[in-house]
């Protein structure tokens, strides 16, 4: 019977370090089809999210940006060419399977090391303050709304970029995805949203890489994102 350390260890080594089978390249023509949608998909997107974390919370203008955001994510990915769900390493150490229970857990496991972060950064009025403004949408606005449109966000990232780019880059996806994806979030003004994107970006690229598909990435995503959502702004007002 192992202990909690060595089970964690095990447990980040199958979802993060040990590829479950070889990539899959997409053929010669495929490929250049793919770089060519996923650039402008990039520059677009990057667009949109800088406009849509500029507006004014409360704005209905917001929910519009976030659906028009997400549907540059997915549409780019959709176009760029096939992507795979993936599979993962089981417990038993049988057949790989669709990594859905790896995924949550390593979700709620990055969900419970930020909520921790926030303690922290609760103390710190400089870098509260812009954290706050940002989840002034979900307080102002509409919750339900603002979820779903967080979910659907989630998915259409996690499509593009540990789907659609991830499949398009030759060598160093890994870093490159990584990096892009927090570049884009740097048109927010919001330094910790930057290290938040390049933490999540590192985690379901792993996953990516370890899986070969999009379904990790996807859940592990969406669980950190909606707790973020969720329990976040409790947490900062335990310290208010």
Partial sequence: MRGPVAELRAFLDAALVRPVSAPVADPPRARV???IVVALTLVVGAVVLAWALRIRP?????????LALAAVWGVGA?????????RGHTRRGTTPERPVIQSLALGLLLLAVFLAGALVVAR???LREPVDDLLDHARFGSLPVVLAITVLNGVAEELYFRGALYAA??????GVTTF?????TVGSGVPLLVLA????GLVTVLQRRVTGGILGPVITHITWSTGMLLLLPPVLDLVR
């Fill in 169 to 174: 880059l030759p060598r160093h996806a890994v």
């Fill in 197 to 200: 994107a390049a933490v999540v």
């Fill in 78 to 86: 959709v176009l760029s060419g096939p992507l795979s769900l993936g």
């Fill in 58 to 66: 409360g704005d209905p203008l917001f929910y519009a940006a976030t």
């Fill in 180 to 184: 892009l994806y927090a570049l884009t």
């Fill in 33 to 35: 089809r793919r770089r």
């Fill in 124 to 126: 710190l009025p400089g």
